[in-house]
């Protein structure tokens, strides 16, 4: 076991080589995008709408078809069913996530400048908790939203949770919920970070033999 936590040790200590380094300046230009394009996108559709409803979300702001009126839209056809308006001010996601973002970004650059495998890997370890919790609130906040409905309203629908991922028939409604192009872009920002890690580890190996 000793030998292990050495081995770990000696592992997190090694210098970043150039290539490393340059992986890691394709990560941050990678990473900028995600404040442009959004994050996720769903499809709202039904024989009404033949052209279907599209909201688009990024990591500050929400965002819909047909110039944002498709956001007014599906207000309109929440109110009926008694589910509460889609307005920025109630997702603090909008406010925290471009501040992670930010934070995620400056810390790729220490990793950069001090140049070792340890600071790739706190980085991914902590975009990783990110990646997951923000996974978990989008679920939570969609859940709360489909099943925080108006006993009032003039459509009475059951409780649901709109899809995170995939296809689902809400009512009259067919829903699609995929990740859009920021979200691949953190995707390979995570795998860059582990790219880093492994070139400059792969040629130290003779280095870090467990002893």
Do not use: C
């Amino acid at each position: 076991m000793k030998s292990l936590f050495a081995w770990i040790s000696k592992a997190l200590d090694v210098d970043l080589n150039v290539k490393s380094r340059l992986v890691l300046i394709m990560a941050v230009l990678i990473l900028l995008p995600t404040f442009i394009f959004p994050l996720w996108y769903m499809t709202f559709w039904s024989y009404q709408y033949p052209d279907g409803l599209r909201l688009d979300i990024y990591s500050y702001k929400l965002g819909g078809g047909d110039d944002g009126n498709d956001i007014t839209e599906i207000n309109i056809l929440n109110h009926y069913i008694g589910m509460a308006a889609l307005e920025e001010e109630n997702f603090l996601e909008l406010k925290w996530i471009p501040l992670a973002l930010g934070i995620f970004l400056i810390l790729t650059l220490r990793a950069i400048i001090f140049g070792k495998v340890g600071k790739i890997l706190d980085v991914l370890m902590m975009f990783t908790y990110f990646g997951a919790f923000s996974l978990w609130s989008f679920w939570y906040k969609l859940n709360a939203y489909g099943h925080d409905l108006d006993p009032h309203a003039s459509v009475e629908i059951d409780p649901f949770t709109p899809p995170v991922f995939g296809f689902e028939q809400v009512g009259q409604f067919k829903v699609w919920s995929y990740p859009h192009i920021s979200s691949y872009m953190l995707g390979a920002f995570a795998i860059l970070l582990v790219l880093a890690m492994y070139l400059s580890l792969r040629k130290r190996t003779n280095q870090l033999e467990l002893k």
